[in-house]
Structures are given as C-alpha cells and as structure tokens.
C-alpha cells in the first residue's frame, strides 16, 4: 500500500503538474492511502482482537485451573476456573500482584521455590496435593510448566491445576479388582490342597478324642494337657475351614443367585439381626432409610446382608475398642438414592475413634487388619469389597480420625 502510494505521487510530480490542480492530485491520492492504510490497520486490530478473545475463552474453558506468573512472580493470565475456584479470587483483582498476594494456603516460600526450580531447570515440576477446602478431601496434581516468549531463558510459568479425586480413586478400584483376581485364582488352585490335610488332621484329631473317652471311661485317669492341645487342635483346624471360605467367598468362586430386591429391606434385616450382637448392644445403632427413593437393586440378600453386618460389627469393634470422643457410641445405618437416580447408596456411619490416613489405602487388601492378634483374619472388608463389586457396585470410606469413620456402599438401581 505505502510501495503504490509513493509511486502514484512520483508519477504525478514528475510530470512537472506544480500548479494547483496537480497538487490536488497528490493530497487526494495520499488521502486515499492513508484512508486505506487505516482501514487496514483498523482491520488487522480487530483480527489481533479476535484471536486474543478466541484465545482466551479457550484457556477459560479448560476444566482446568490455570494461570501464568512472570520472573517478578506476577500474575499474567488468570483463567475463569482459578476465578469460580476454591478461592473465588477474580481476574481484575489477580492480574498484575504477584502470587504471594493471592495464594495464601501455601507458605509464601515454599511457593517461591516450587517457581524457582521451574525458572532455575526449564523443566516441568508435577506433583499431587491433597484439599479439604470443600469439606470432602479432594486430590489434585498440579503442573508447572516452563514458558520461552523469546525461546531462550525462562520468561514464565504456567500452573495448571487439575481434580483427579475420581480418576485417582477409579485407579485404586482397578488395583484392588486385580489384587482381588489374584487371591480368588489363589484360593481356587491350593482350597483342596489345604483341605485335604486339614481333613486329615481334623478327622485324627477327633479319632484320639473318642480314644481317650473311652478311656477316661474305664476309669483311666487322663493328662489334663492331651484334652486341651486336643480342643487346640480343633479350634485352629476350624479357623483354617474359616480363612479358607473367606478366601472362597473373597475371590467370588461360588456363583449366588440374583434377583430383584429391595436395599432398605436389606438393611432392615441386617440390622435386625446385629442388633442382638452383645459388641452391638452396647452403641446406640440407628437406622436411617430413605423410603421415598425406593431402593430396587439386583442382587443376593444373604450376601448383602452379610456385607451389612460385617460393616456394622466392623464400626462396634472400632467404638469398642476406644470410646467416642463425641459422646456415646453410635451407629448409623442410612440408605439415599444419588442424584441421578441411577444409583442406591448404603453408608455405615460411626462417631468413632475414625481411621489413620495411612491406613486408608489398605483397608481393602486381603489379611490387612487393624486388629490385635487374633482379633481378625483381616479377610472382613476384603469379602465386602468383592460381593459389592460382584453387584457390579463399588465401597467407598471417608474417615477423620477423632471424628468417626463413613462406609459406603454404592450399588446401580435395578431396571426392573
């Protein structure tokens, strides 16, 4: 444009036209440049304007939280998701202060070291952290990534911030489903290999006790330590039996019939029948059902059940063990349907001595337990887990120690 405006005047000026007509000439062609020049420029503004908008309302409908911060540890860019998060700081009130004006969860320190790494390496940091600044404890992995305006040093950084609570917790269902592949395919190779010498054991064990009634019949006067390793010998035989049907019930080996039922009956019946429990008898256990939610899932009831009393024995051992630090013990049995309607959800609830965050990965592996010696196979939550996810539903635990503990069962609505 500038090229064919010089040209047009230079055509003009030499043809030797000074007079007014020709000077005319050339102000009405520069005019005609300059109108077209700032179209051009007004144009091309407007296009810089577009794509910066295009661009920002992409990085604003990331799911994600994200923002930008210069060497200065200023804010640059400040997406809408950092805007309507945890901390509801806005745009106009984050750009241009520096971070440590505005995050304060962190120590201002140790914010600035995790930027500095970044400046210092060129390297992407990543790293999980854990929130309960929404009550519910929420896991997220934060990425700071490094930003080359000019591509040489460190210009800027980039953090993004994202939930991975569901898909975090949707990995350790996975491992656990593997875990509880592997002692099912192990309880089904080695049950007649251990039952059979157990049989043995057992069925000599009660061969000698015949003999020795007989004897003691006659008048013979028996060691007070045959009859008690005897007893010993049939009680830890039964345990063996024990630990094996729990292994056989664990690795879901045995097919149970299913059918259309009702989960606030279930829970009914459960907690009937726990309720005579002497550990039970001494909390107060309550029972919660959302009747007007309905409660059809398919299943078995028996082994529902099951999972219902195990959970429940589970929580009066807790509060047995250590008294509520709120008040007296309680137990509640509740039942909700979830909010779109395609799942029930079970939760067993204690005010309990609650559960130590380290050992809440753990709860669900087979022979993890809690308990003093003796007090448990640690097979309990393990057989839980595998007949909730054998009706295709999954376990949940939410637990503050000093607090109490929440077991929840989740399992999809029948369709019939």
Known sequence: MVESTLSAVTDELGSGSYDAAGTARVVAIVARALSALEAEIEARTRQVAE????????????????????????????????????????????IGRTIFEILHRQPAESLRREFDAVFASGELQQFETESRATGDARTYRISKIPM??????????????EDITE???????AGQAEKMAAIGQLAAGVMHEINNPLATISACAESISMQLAELAAT???????????????????????????GLLDFGRTRPVAKVALDLN???????FLVGHHESVKRQHLHVDLDQAAGGAVFGNAERLIQVFIALVLNAADALGEKPSLNGDGSITLRTRR????????AEVID??????????PKLFEPFYTTKPPGRGTGL????????????????????????????RTILPVSPV
């Open 219 to 245: 008048g013979v006067t028996l060691p007070r330590d045959c009859v008690e390793y005897l007893e010993y010998i049939d009680t830890e035989v039964r345990r063996c039996k024990r630990i094996i049907d």
């Open 51 to 94: 794509q910066r908008h295009f661009m920002e309302k992409i990085v604003d409908s990331l799911p994600l939280g994200l923002y930008v911060v210069d060497r200065e540890y200023r804010v640059q860019t400040w997406n809408r998701k950092r805007e309507s998060g945890l901390q509801g700081i806005s745009r106009d009130d984050a």
């Open 338 to 345: 979830s909010a779109d309607g395609q799942l029930m959800v």
């Open 265 to 271: 009956d279930v829970i009914e019946r459960a907690a």
């Open 351 to 360: 005010n309990g001595p609650g559960i130590a965050r380290a050992a809440m």
């Open 148 to 161: 080359r305006v000019r591509d040489d040093e460190v210009t800027h950084v980039i953090t993004v911030g």
């Open 380 to 407: 309990g939550l393990s057989i839980c887990y595998g007949i909730v996810a054998d009706h295709g539903g999954r376990m949940e635990v939410d637990s503050t120690v000093g607090v109490g503990s929440t077991f």
């Open 167 to 173: 898909g975090k917790a949707a990995q350790q269902r």
